[in-house]
């Protein structure tokens, strides 16, 4: 038994679907759900994202088969952040292995949910938690930042310092292939500061190359209706 959510489904056989779930304890796993009709069995209307479900299957290999699925909450978007949701959905189904535990980033998704359906949503903020409990930390950095000084950010080194070239010229990503960042956009990610209108699209700009590295050519189907590009 394990609490999680649905983060897609689409047809399968006769009266079947396939479900891709993320769980608390199990991570993500893919399912086969057998819609019934009579109350008691899993029914169509409870696979739907955003609803905290009771979850449970049987079965081994790459499929298993839910025999259970009971709703334990749900989260009431707003419909202009609908599309925005299925894109962090599309985000876990990318960037988190199958069967691997992830309960950090459960925890951090579920505190995305809360975020969308609040009344100032912020998603490059959802976006950040969850690239952090994945392991790619920007707010926590430690070091001394120098704001004379260039930074980009590695998924495999972290945040690292370069003291060639002017921000975002060639030169000053000859020594690493990390996606840079400025001095003044880094501390104030580590100090939770606010960001100003240029610094939210320097943001924007950063978390679309980081992620676009991360996916490794995978392709976003969501980003589209997301963020109309």
């Known amino acids: 038994m394990d609490t999680g959510f649905i983060l897609?489904?689409?047809?399968?056989?006769?009266?079947?679907?396939?479900?891709?779930?993320?769980?608390?304890?199990?991570?993500?796993?893919?399912?086969?759900?057998?819609?019934?009709?009579?109350?008691?069995?899993?029914?169509?209307?409870t696979l739907e994202p955003f609803r905290q479900l009771r979850?449970?299957?049987?079965?081994?290999?790459?499929?298993?088969?839910?025999?259970?699925?009971?709703?334990?909450?749900?989260?009431?978007l707003p419909t202009p952040v609908l599309c925005k949701a299925l894109y962090l959905n599309e985000l876990l189904l990318k960037l988190v292995p199958k069967y691997a535990p992830a309960e950090e980033t459960f925890e951090s998704y579920v505190q995305c949910l809360h975020i969308l359906a609040g009344e100032t949503p912020s998603?490059?903020?959802?976006?950040?938690?969850?690239?952090?409990?994945?392991?790619y930390c920007l707010r926590s950095y430690q070091g001394k930042i120098n704001v004379q000084h260039q930074y980009s950010y590695s998924p495999e080194d972290g945040v690292l310092e370069n003291h060639q070239g002017s921000f975002g010229s060639a030169s000053a990503l000859t020594s690493h292939s990390g996606v840079p960042i400025s001095a003044n956009l880094l501390i104030k990610l580590v100090q939770s500061g606010t960001l100003d209108s240029l610094e939210q699209l320097e943001l924007r700009s950063f978390l679309d190359r980081l992620i676009d590295q991360l996916?490794?050519?995978?392709q976003l189907k969501s980003r589209k209706l997301a963020f109309g590009h």
């Open 8 to 45: 897609n489904r689409r047809p399968y056989r006769d009266n079947s679907y396939l479900v891709d779930i993320f769980c608390k304890d199990s991570g993500r796993i893919t399912c086969v759900a057998r819609i019934a009709k009579k109350r008691g069995k899993i029914m169509k209307g």
């Open 55 to 76: 979850l449970n299957w049987i079965g081994r290999g790459e499929v298993q088969t839910l025999t259970l699925a009971e709703e334990q909450a749900r989260f009431r």
């Open 123 to 135: 998603l490059m903020d959802c976006e950040i938690r969850l690239l952090d409990s994945l392991g």
């Open 215 to 218: 996916l490794q050519g995978k």
